[in-house]
């Protein structure tokens, strides 16, 4: 009778690595992808609170609402990356109301 178990504790060696080397990186990523989505979501939000909050020429203010409220929800994002998400929001915001108004 052949012994298979060193075959066979190659083949979990084998396994093990892969899972280690490609699934569980996988899993972050998308753990990761599905903070990001959340994180834009909010942004969404306190954006278009800040519009309703704070007078249109108040644009430092109303960031600074977006900044703190963002901080209070514990998230941390590197700030070139949350300002050009804050302007997106915005922006879409904006266009979102002209669309709106044009349809009236």
Do not use: W
Request: glycine share 2%; charged share 30%.
């Amino acid at each position: 009778m052949v012994d298979i178990t060193p075959i066979a504790e190659a083949i979990i060696t084998i396994i093990v690595t892969i899972v280690g080397a490609f699934v569980i990186p996988m899993i972050k990523r998308k753990i990761g992808a599905e903070k990001l989505a959340k994180i834009l979501k909010y942004i969404e939000v306190f954006v278009a609170a800040a519009e309703q909050l704070f007078d249109k020429t108040a644009c430092e203010a109303k960031k600074q609402y977006v900044l703190d409220k963002i901080a209070e929800k514990g998230f941390k994002i590197e700030p070139e990356i949350l300002d050009a998400e804050i302007e997106a929001a915005v922006l879409y915001l904006h266009n979102m109301l002209k669309e709106s108004i044009s349809a009236e």
